[in-house]
């Protein structure tokens, strides 16, 4: 639907000050036949419809009054006090989103190609630009809540752990467990609503724990003096169980809302599920490998540096 | 656990081996992220099997959607 309306705040002369003015209704009818166009287009109704072209419109208000008050029902296109009108198309678009948005695109491309009389709003609303909107909202707040999310964590992360790569370390398989999901989301071509789309938030809390126990017990093993595969060897089967123990009962309570009879509240359920799966899956089998390899990096960074310390003293010496 | 005590020595010893094929699969499966899309139409979030929403859908399919 279309709303036309005159601005009420407007303070030029020469505007039209009664929605019926001749303007408005050549601007209605242009609009109209511009929208017909459009092939996916089946009926559109306004007040210029009874005209078919603008030069069938009369340069006197007074006769288009008078042709509306002759026709049956021809005063259901105005409100009370002839401030507004509406234009209503129908069209056979189906329920693609990539269709609608299109047409809405389309629709918007013809307002603005007609040439509207000064303080006229010409505004439109219905299902398809409420859907274009909120898929606007949803995409913004998926990526919003995601990164806010992420960045505060990542941070708290880097504070608790006292070092960059530690932090870094404990929040790769949060990264690489949601980039999982997501994936995995859309190959099995699920999609995201108002209830998922705040899932990257949810499994990004939900997940950091794992992380955190296994870096930390590894590390109390190294601290004891044990090497690298004596303390994972040690860390992973004790820490191990108890973090599938609590991934797999939270896997298990959001899998109990497969049984809820909205699809809406299926999806929510089976989406978290998957994402603490692959973030379980991620600290599990994939966080101590990193943090070998980390320890490694770092040991061979510190030999390289004190080898050039090494260096630079033999050279002042020699000097 | 003895799995995860083999698994445990597993990544001691394939450590890099893991860390390349996570970086892999990392990769395909997040192409996949290309593909999501966004469900904005509450009616296909409501029980398809309710009375008055197979109604709704047969009067829909019927004819043509009023939709602006």
């Known amino acids: 639907m279309i709303l036309i309306k005159l601005d009420k705040n407007c303070e030029l002369e020469n505007v039209p000050k009664d929605i019926r003015d001749p303007k408005v209704i050549r601007m209605l009818v242009k609009l109209e036949n511009e929208i017909k166009k459009e092939p996916s287009v089946s009926f559109v109704q306004s007040a210029g419809s009874i005209f078919a072209c603008p030069e069938n419109v009369p340069d006197n208000i007074e006769l288009i009054k008078q042709i509306f008050a002759k026709i049956p029902n021809g005063e259901m296109f105005f409100n009370k006090d002839y401030s507004a009108t509406f234009m209503t198309i129908s069209a056979d678009l189906g329920k693609s989103e990539e269709k609608i948005n299109q047409f809405v695109s389309k629709i918007k491309e013809d307002i603005k190609s007609v040439e509207k009389p000064a303080c006229v709003d010409v505004t439109t609303t219905g299902n398809p630009p409420i859907r274009r909107v909120l898929m606007k909202m949803l995409e913004h707040d998926m990526v919003f809540t995601m990164g806010i999310a992420a960045i505060i964590i990542l941070f708290l992360l880097i504070l608790i752990k006292r070092s960059i790569t530690r932090g870094i370390l404990v929040f790769t398989p949060l990264i690489l467990g949601l980039t999982w999901t997501l994936g995995l989301i859309g190959w099995l071509n699920t999609p995201l609503s108002i209830a998922t789309v705040g899932i990257g938030a949810m499994i990004l809390g939900l997940g950091t724990e794992y992380g955190i126990f296994l870096v930390e017990r590894y590390e109390e093993e190294r601290e004891k003096g044990k090497n690298q595969k004596e303390a994972l060897v040690t860390a992973l089967p004790s820490v191990g169980s108890g973090i599938i123990g609590s991934g797999t009962t939270t896997m298990v309570g959001f899998l109990a809302l497969l049984l809820a009879s909205m699809p809406m509240i299926q999806h929510l359920g089976e989406t978290l599920a998957l994402g603490i799966f692959c973030i379980l899956f991620a600290t599990i089998v994939i966080s101590p490998a990193l943090i070998l390899l980390e320890e490694r990096f770092i040991e061979k960074a510190e030999e390289l540096e004190l080898k050039f310390l090494r260096r630079g003293l033999k050279h002042e010496k020699n000097n | ?68």
Not at chain 2, 5 to 28: D, E, P, W
Not at chain 2, 41 to 57: A, R
């Open chain 2, 1 to 68: 656990m003895e799995i995860l005590k083999n698994l445990a020595r597993f990544q001691y010893k394939y450590s890099f081996l893991i860390f390349t094929i996570t970086v892999l699969l990392t990769i395909v499966i997040g192409l996949g992220i290309q593909n999501i899309h966004l469900q904005t139409d509450i009616s296909k979030e409501l029980p398809q099997d309710l009375g008055v929403i197979k109604l709704q859908n047969k009067i829909s399919d019927s004819s043509e959607e009023r939709i602006l």
